[in-house]
Nanobody, 123 residues
């Protein structure tokens, strides 16, 4: 098992940047595929980006391409989501998640979730 805790959210203005962190407990972090998701008010939770266990493969949904970067440092048991050029429509609770499956391009199979961190982008 792995326990996840997100940090780095906050209130920013449109055009600003934020870096979210996801700290994981346990000695097996490096074996998990990691993903970032978000859920806006009144909407379903959606995948933002995924990264393979070794960081060599990444995946982004369309709205994240070119603005967001997912990364991980296994030695620190931490995954990151760098978000640039933020827009008001990026306002949501952001979650990190982990799964044993190697498929970083799909939203399915994530078994472990953090409590989330709020990101609010003002116009």
């Amino acid at each position: 098992q792995v326990q996840l805790v997100e940090s780095g959210g906050g209130l920013v203005q449109a055009g600003d940047s934020l870096r979210l962190s996801c700290a994981a407990s346990g000695r097996t972090f490096s074996t998990y595929t990691m993903g970032w998701f978000r859920q806006a008010p009144g909407k379903e939770r959606e995948l933002v980006a995924g990264i393979s266990w070794n960081g060599r493969r990444t995946y982004y949904v369309d709205f994240a391409k070119g603005r967001f970067t997912i990364s991980r440092v296994n030695a620190k048991n931490t995954a990151y989501l760098q978000m640039n050029s933020l827009k008001p429509e990026d306002t949501a609770v952001y979650y990190c998640a982990a799964k044993n499956s190697p498929a970083e391009t799909t939203a399915d199979g994530y078994a472990y979730w953090g409590p989330g961190t709020q990101v609010t982008v003002s116009s």
